[in-house]
């Protein structure tokens, strides 16, 4: 039992014309649902499908009630779970922004460090068998160019800020490239880059 990945070449953030290093990319199989997921969990343990689901239920609602209660939980060796929160408007002092403005961006989720350990230990990694031996590109179909005005039309538009995994969806990047993006958009002065860690956000440079 192995887990796949395929090579692929970083994009040519900086359009230098040079060929770029590659990086690994897992591959998934596909996506195993909660009825399997459940029914896995039932020939493993014999516990039946039906108390499965109701613990689960049970979890979710009460992971929910706790997070709106303002705590951060965690699941055993699993890891945390902590609430990411987004303000509706850009403010350079606190007096300037109520709890109105103060919105739910997500859900930050920390690995366990055993959980890491252990799923470090027990994969195995191959080369998906449907990949050609040259390494493809992952150079997207937007140019920075062309990011970058998505970029700034969402932060004119839509919010005064925007996070890592907010600009990988909005144009298509991994989170990775996204913070490459974004750090070159930084050195260009375009953006500035405001909190630390988890809760770094980006917002026009004025």
Not at 89 to 110: C, D, H, I, P
Request: glycine share 6%; proline share 4%.
């Amino acid at each position: 039992m192995s887990a796949y990945y395929d090579l692929f070449e970083k994009p040519d953030i900086r359009q230098t014309g040079e060929q770029q290093p590659l990086y690994a990319r897992f591959i998934p199989k596909g996506t195993i649902e909660r009825k399997e997921f459940i029914n896995r969990v039932h020939l493993f343990t014999g516990i039946s499908r039906s108390l499965l689901e109701g613990a689960m239920a049970a979890f979710m609602d009460e992971l929910r009630d706790c997070l709106a209660d303002g705590w951060t939980v965690e699941l055993g060796e699993l890891g945390y779970f902590t609430p990411s929160l987004n303000c509706r408007r850009e403010a350079m002092e606190k007096k300037e922004l109520r709890a109105a403005s103060v919105t739910l961006r997500g859900l930050n989720f920390r690995l366990g460090k055993e959980f890491y350990k252990e799923l470090d230990k027990k994969m195995r990694l191959e080369r998906h068998p449907q990949s050609s031996s040259k390494p493809e590109s992952s150079t997207p179909l937007l140019s920075v160019e062309q990011r970058f005005r998505l970029l700034d039309e969402y932060l004119q538009q839509e919010q005064p800020c925007i996070n890592r995994a907010q600009y990988a969806r909005l144009t298509g990047r991994s989170v990775k490239q996204a913070v490459t993006d974004l750090n070159l958009f930084i050195e260009d002065g375009l953006l500035i880059r405001c909190g630390t860690g988890r809760n770094v956000v980006y917002m026009r440079n004025k």
